[in-house]
Each structure stands twice: as C-alpha cells, then as structure tokens.
C-alpha cells in the first residue's frame, strides 16, 4: 500500500471504530429521523405517503439528519488535535478529505439502511421501490459526502460551527436534493415504481458528486496548512 | 493607490448610464405585447448578467489568492463578491416586478431563471456570516477563498438542475434574448450591459479604495505608537 492509502484506511478505521465505541453521532441522527417522520405524519396529517410528497419527506429528514453527523465530523480532529498531527505526519493531506469522506458516507448508509425500512413501514404501501431507490440514496449521499466533508472542516475552525454547517450547507446541496427529489417522486408514486426521467436524474446526480469531489480534493490541501 | 482613474471612471460610468436610460426611454420602441413594463427588462438583465460575472470574478480571484497566498486578491474576491450580492438584491426586485406585471405574481416558481438565481444568491449570501465567524485573518481569508472557488462550482450545477426541474413542463419563454430583437432595443440593450458593467467596475475600485485607505490608516495609526521607517504607499485593502 502506499503511504497515502496507508493513511486513508487508518484514518477511516479510526473514525469507524470511535464511533463504534463512542456512538455519538449514528443512534442521535437515526433517532431524529424516525421522530422527523413522526413530526411529519402529524404535519401533514397523512398516514400515507407517495409520489412528490413521500420524495420530500424523505430527503428533507435524510438531509437534516445527515447535518446532524456533519456538524460532528471533525469535532475530534479539533478538539484532540487531530489536525495537528495529520499536518506533522508525512503524507498527503488529502488522504484526511478522503478518509472524511468516507467515514460521512459509510454513516450515511447505515442511516439510512435504519430509516428508509422505517420509512416504508410508516408511509409506503409497498417495498417495491426500495431496491432502485438504493441507487438514488448511494448517488446522493456521494454528494452530501463531498460537501459535507469540505463545509464542516471550514466550519469547526469558527465561532458558531452549529449554525455555520447548515447555513452553508443547505443551499449548496439544493441541486443535490432537486435530483435526488426528482429521481425519487416517480419511483413512489402509487401503483408501483415508474422510471420517469431516472437516468437524467442519476447523471445529473453522478456529475454533482464527480464536481464537488473534484473541488474537494483540490482545495482541501490549503484548508490544512497553518 | 488604488483610487487612481477612479474619477474619469466614475465620469464614464455616468455618462454610459445616462446615454443607457436615454436609450431605454427616447430611443427603444415599446414592446408590443407587454408595453411600458418591459423596458424594466433593460435594466434586469444587464444587472443579472453583470451580478453572475462578478460572482466568477471572486472566484478567478480566490483561485489566484490560493495560489499565491497574497492577501490583496482576497480583498479583491471579497469585494467582487460583496457588490455582486448587492447586484443580486436588485435583480431579484426587478424580476419580481416584472413577474407581476407580466405574470401578475410577484413570484413565479416555474421559471427556472428566476429559481436558480434565488438559489444562488442564497449561497453567496452566507458568504459573510461564514466569512466572519473565522477569526484568525489568515484562516479567513483562505476559508472565504475555498468558499468563493466552491459557489463558483455550484452555479453552473444549480442552472443545470433548476433547469431540467421544469424543462419538459415549461419551454422557455425567453430563449430570444438575442436573437429575437429588433435592432433598436438591441443597441439599447447592449448600452445598458456596458453601463452596468461600469457601474460594477467603479464600485468595486471605489470599496477597494476606501478599504485600502482604512487599512493604511489604520497602519499609521499603529506607526504614530512606534515608527517604521519606509512603508510602502499601497497597502492591501481589509477586509
């Protein structure tokens, strides 16, 4: 393995294994977004759900949930001095963007592996939507992944890191969530999943996160140096 | 200094501005279909155009202070930045009133051009409360510069998905910009871009200026408490 890989699988087994341990952040985002849905039940008065409105009902929880992670990504690195020893370390920095990254995508999916099931148990008639779904949530958490990472490494150095993340984040993910909306809507309308429009949506969702990777990767070296 | 030629600028801007509105109401013919209210066309466009322009500026200019690390091309984005959102405010108050004397809605969520820009604006509108949350002014300076180069990404990306949102129910009801026009508004209209384009310009030199001139008094101050022999007469502006 080279050295950057090396530091990628290390930090990345860090951040798995202390969350493992610690379990601050998983359990409170899966937990507020299964009381979201709650929320929303009683909001919309509907018990059930299909069509534009379970799409938005889902990635509006998905999307305020995976904030609640966000905001906690690199608490650690600042407060143990993480950055500290990522910048006297001898390797790439962008293995730390990398391993972010991953470690806010791997949360993601496991949100979601709990939420989703809820949320066709709560909402949706059927699961048949579910397995075509998995390709919208994986694109888009991709995304959220890349923007995510960037915007909270930013915001953990300021003063009001809790308000900095949202305020940043929710805007620059808006075309995220208009595809992912967009893919979605059709594959919940009643009478079983349609594919209208779906590869637009996914290509348009795989340009967002091949994007926002790219930037990633390019600015992450100067948000590090000191 | 940064002030020079900021006089015979500030002179041209006025005198494009006004041969602009002369134009727009002596010279351009009134629109057939939606008469008066579309001379306010004359002024959103050239206003989005040159607010949208300004927008990449800031981020031509982070990508050259992140590259070099000297701090007057932060000060430079900034400022971009800063009279470009001010740009966007009016935009945004034009097209809605143009929205409501053409569509008789002050908002309409269906055109896509108005939507993208809402989006964008409120992107670069938390580029203060994230620019100035960061204390330490190297930091800033440098985050506000990843920021810039970011929103610059993302505004292409935005126009592209608030497009393909509505693209099947609703064709473009603009797609004529140009090509569409008769040659008076056109000239008009093209006055009207190059005055705007001057006005963004002489502000964006005139708050260079006076941040410059509030740093380089702030600096004497500082040397009246213990004097430096040899300052240099052009200071980067602060931000």
């Given at each position: 393995m080279?050295p950057?890989?090396?530091?990628?699988?290390?930090i990345l087994?860090k951040?798995?294994r202390?969350?493992?341990r610690t379990?601050q952040s998983l359990p409170?985002?899966?937990?507020?977004?299964?009381t979201?849905?709650?929320?929303?039940r009683?909001?919309?008065d509907r018990?059930?759900l299909?069509?534009s409105l379970?799409?938005?009902?889902?990635w509006?929880?998905?999307?305020?949930?995976?904030?609640?992670?966000?905001n906690r990504?690199?608490?650690?690195e600042?407060?143990?001095?993480?950055?500290?020893?990522i910048?006297l370390?001898?390797?790439?920095r962008?293995a730390?963007?990398?391993?972010?990254?991953?470690?806010?995508?791997?949360y993601?999916?496991?949100?979601e592996?709990i939420?989703?099931?809820v949320f066709?148990?709560?909402?949706?008639d059927s699961?048949?939507a579910?397995?075509p779904?998995a390709a919208?949530l994986?694109?888009?958490?991709?995304?959220?992944?890349?923007?995510?990472?960037l915007i909270?490494?930013?915001a953990?150095h300021s003063?009001?890191?809790d308000?900095?993340?949202?305020l940043?984040?929710?805007p620059?993910?808006?075309?995220?969530?208009?595809?992912?909306?967009?893919a979605?809507?059709?594959?919940l309308t009643?009478g079983g999943?349609?594919?209208?429009?779906f590869?637009t949506w996914?290509a348009?969702?795989?340009l967002?996160?091949?994007?926002?990777?790219?930037?990633?990767?390019?600015v992450f070296?100067?948000?590090?140096?000191? | 200094?940064?002030?020079?030629?900021?006089?015979t600028?500030?002179?041209?801007?006025v005198?494009?501005?006004?041969?602009a509105?002369?134009?727009?109401?002596?010279?351009a013919p009134l629109d057939?279909?939606q008469?008066?209210?579309?001379?306010i066309?004359?002024?959103?466009?050239?206003?989005s155009i040159?607010?949208l322009l300004?927008?990449?500026?800031?981020g031509?200019?982070a990508i050259?202070h992140l590259r070099?690390?000297?701090?007057?091309?932060d000060a430079?984005s900034y400022v971009c930045?800063?009279l470009?959102v001010i740009?966007?405010?009016g935009?945004?108050i034009?097209?809605?009133?143009?929205a409501?004397?053409s569509?008789?809605?002050w908002?309409?969520?269906?055109?896509?051009t108005?939507?993208?820009?809402?989006?964008?604006?409120?992107l670069?509108?938390?580029y203060?409360?994230?620019r100035?949350?960061?204390?330490d002014?190297e930091?800033?300076?440098r985050?506000?510069?990843?920021?810039?180069v970011?929103?610059?990404?993302?505004?292409?990306?935005n126009?592209?998905?608030?497009r393909?949102a509505?693209?099947?129910?609703?064709p473009r009801?603009f797609?004529t910009?140009a090509g569409g026009?008769?040659?008076?508004m056109?000239?008009?209209?093209?006055?009207?871009?190059?005055?705007m384009?001057l006005?963004?310009?002489?502000?964006v030199?005139?708050e260079?200026?006076?941040?410059s001139?509030s740093g380089?008094?702030?600096?004497?101050?500082?040397a009246?408490?213990?004097?430096?022999p040899?300052?240099?007469?052009?200071?980067?502006?602060?931000?």
């Amino acid at each position: 393995m080279t050295p950057s890989r090396l530091a990628f699988a290390t930090i990345l087994a860090k951040d798995l294994r202390a969350e493992l341990r610690t379990l601050q952040s998983l359990p409170a985002m899966a937990l507020f977004a299964v009381t979201t849905f709650v929320i929303f039940r009683f909001g919309l008065d509907r018990t059930s759900l299909s069509g534009s409105l379970a799409a938005g009902v889902l990635w509006a929880t998905l999307l305020f949930a995976a904030v609640l992670g966000i905001n906690r990504l690199f608490v650690a690195e600042r407060e143990e001095g993480g950055f500290d020893a990522i910048r006297l370390a001898p390797i790439d920095r962008t293995a730390l963007f990398a391993a972010k990254a991953a470690a806010l995508l791997v949360y993601l999916l496991v949100l979601e592996l709990i939420v989703v099931p809820v949320f066709a148990l709560f909402f949706l008639d059927s699961a048949a939507a579910l397995p075509p779904l998995a390709a919208v949530l994986l694109l888009a958490d991709l995304g959220l992944a890349a923007t995510g990472t960037l915007i909270s490494s930013m915001a953990v150095h300021s003063r009001a890191r809790d308000l900095l993340t949202p305020l940043v984040l929710l805007p620059l993910v808006v075309p995220l969530m208009i595809a992912a909306t967009g893919a979605t809507e059709p594959l919940l309308t009643l009478g079983g999943p349609a594919y209208d429009r779906f590869g637009t949506w996914l290509a348009v969702l795989g340009l967002y996160d091949l994007v926002f990777l790219l930037v990633g990767y390019a600015v992450f070296d100067f948000l590090l140096e000191d | 200094m940064y002030g020079k030629g900021l006089r015979t600028l500030s002179i041209a801007t006025v005198a494009a501005l006004a041969a602009a509105l002369s134009l727009i109401f002596f010279y351009a013919p009134l629109d057939a279909d939606q008469g008066f209210i579309q001379k306010i066309f004359y002024l959103h466009v050239p206003l989005s155009i040159v607010a949208l322009l300004g927008f990449v500026a800031g981020g031509v200019y982070a990508i050259l202070h992140l590259r070099s690390g000297e701090r007057r091309w932060d000060a430079y984005s900034y400022v971009c930045i800063h009279l470009s959102v001010i740009f966007a405010v009016g935009v945004l108050i034009t097209g809605s009133i143009w929205a409501k004397a053409s569509w008789g809605h002050w908002w309409v969520w269906d055109e896509p051009t108005l939507v993208s820009f809402l989006i964008v604006f409120l992107l670069y509108a938390t580029y203060y409360p994230f620019r100035y949350a960061i204390e330490d002014p190297e930091r800033q300076a440098r985050y506000a510069s990843v920021f810039a180069v970011t929103a610059g990404a993302f505004v292409p990306l935005n126009f592209l998905a608030v497009r393909l949102a509505e693209s099947l129910v609703h064709p473009r009801v603009f797609a004529t910009t140009a090509g569409g026009l008769p040659g008076s508004m056109m000239l008009a209209f093209l006055v009207s871009i190059a005055a705007m384009a001057l006005l963004w310009v002489t502000l964006v030199k005139l708050e260079l200026t006076a941040k410059s001139a509030s740093g380089q008094l702030k600096r004497l101050r500082r040397a009246l408490d213990a004097p430096a022999p040899g300052a240099p007469s052009r200071v980067a502006p602060e931000v």
